[in-house]
Antibody, heavy 122, light 107 residues
Framework: QIQLVQSGAEMKKPGASVRVSCKAS???????FSWLRQAPGQGLEWMGW????????HVAETFQGRLTLTRDTFTSTAYMELRRLTSDDTAVYFC????????????????WGRGTLVTVSS | EIVMTQSPATLSVSTGERATLSCRAS??????LAWYQQKLGQAPRLLIY???TRATGVPDRFSGGGSGTEFTLTIDSLQSEDFAVYYC?????????FGQGTKVDIK
């Protein structure tokens, strides 16, 4: 069964960085992958997108300078790294797949990872 | 950016009844509108895309309608497994933003 497998929960201190992975197979390079987050009791916040084939990225203005998206086509894995963490970054982080990478960063998501809880606390 | 506004925030419905959820865009998104269902502690699940096309495996009691700036998600004969939070998302223009969600709970 096709699924997106995300890395496990993380506990970080303010000012640190976190890296979350999302393994997607098969056909990784056919898809685009967005990262979204959901703070406790809140809605969905879109963070950015990476093209699984080309590696092209688009990052929401809110996260520019602090968020890096990468991918490894050999391991079919997308990565999200968020730096300079604060308590406001405490959230569940989701990766989500869009069917057509060539459609660009604005699309809908047919498959989601189960989410990775990132807790930022001193 | 296009702001998505959902109403109501909470909808109390009895099992077997119909639920109608609304989503409004601050400018036209044509029919590039998706709906997702999220149950507590789970990831969102795609229900509808293209404003009215059901995703694979979605029961036909779920239907979407609308275009431009006004959209609806209708759930006919609500089942116990349908109690959840529902989000709309526009994908007409960057960034692809979501509404704040409508919680459907048991009346």
């Amino acid at each position: 069964q096709i699924q997106l497998v995300q890395s496990g929960a993380e506990m970080k201190k303010p000012g640190a960085s976190v890296r979350v992975s999302c393994k997607a197979s098969p056909y990784f390079t056919r898809y685009g992958f967005s990262w979204l987050r959901q703070a406790p009791g809140q809605g969905l916040e879109w963070m950015g997108w990476i093209n699984g084939y080309s590696g092209e990225t688009h990052v929401a203005e809110t996260f520019q300078g602090r968020l890096t998206l990468t991918r490894d086509t050999f391991t079919s894995t997308a990565y999200m790294e968020l730096r300079r963490l604060t308590s406001d970054d405490t959230a569940v982080y989701f990766c989500a797949r869009q069917i057509a990478a060539a459609a660009g960063p604005v699309y809908f998501y047919d498959l989601w990872g189960r989410g990775t809880l990132v807790t930022v606390s001193s | 950016e296009i702001v998505m506004t959902q109403s109501p925030a909470t909808l109390s419905v009895s099992t077997g009844e119909r639920a109608t959820l609304s989503c409004r865009a601050s400018e036209s998104v044509t029919t590039k509108l998706a709906w997702y269902q999220q149950k507590l502690g789970q990831a969102p699940r795609l229900l509808i895309y293209g404003a009215s096309t059901r995703a694979t495996g979605v029961p036909d009691r779920f239907s979407g309608g609308g275009s431009g700036t006004e959209f609806t998600l209708t759930i006919d004969s609500l089942q116990s497994e349908d109690f959840a939070v529902y989000y709309c998302q526009q994908y007409n223009r960057w960034p692809p933003l979501f509404g704040q969600g409508t919680k459907v709970d048991i009346k």
